[in-house]
């Protein structure tokens, strides 16, 4: 089982920027895609963005240009830099990782949710 750490979440201002931290720990064998969810009173959880073992990446087509994933393979950890942030990127921002045996998924696994309000 792998267990995700969120933080870096908060109270911003219109215009303001945030950098999320994910950090994975527990049975991290395997992993292959880490990345972000969020989601909104009132809506779906969607996919903000993601990275695979060897940096490529995928975004939103709504953060696209003001958000950056990364990620450091050597501490297990994901990161999204978010700027340029607007009021309606506020929601609940999940970190999710997925791993596998060989090329059998396992279960994804999922952070506790970290908490992006932005004020206009």
């Known amino acids: 089982q792998v267990q995700l750490v969120e933080s870096g979440g908060g109270l911003v201002q219109a215009g303001g920027s945030l950098r999320l931290s994910c950090a994975a720990s527990?049975?991290?064998?395997?992993?292959?895609?880490m990345g972000w969810y969020r989601q909104a009173p009132g809506r779906q959880r969607e996919l903000v963005a993601a990275i695979n073992s060897v940096g490529y990446t995928n975004y939103a087509d709504s953060v696209k240009g003001r958000f950056t994933i990364s990620r450091d393979n050597a501490k297990n950890t994901v990161y999204l830099q978010m700027n340029g942030l607007k009021p309606e990127d506020t929601a609940v921002y999940y970190c999710?990782?997925?791993?596998?045996?060989?090329?059998?998924?396992?279960?994804?696994?999922w952070g506790q949710g970290t908490q992006v309000t932005v004020s206009s």
């Open positions: 999710n990782v997925k791993r596998s045996y060989g090329n059998v998924p396992a279960p994804d696994s």
């Open positions: 527990g049975n991290i064998v395997g992993i292959t895609v």
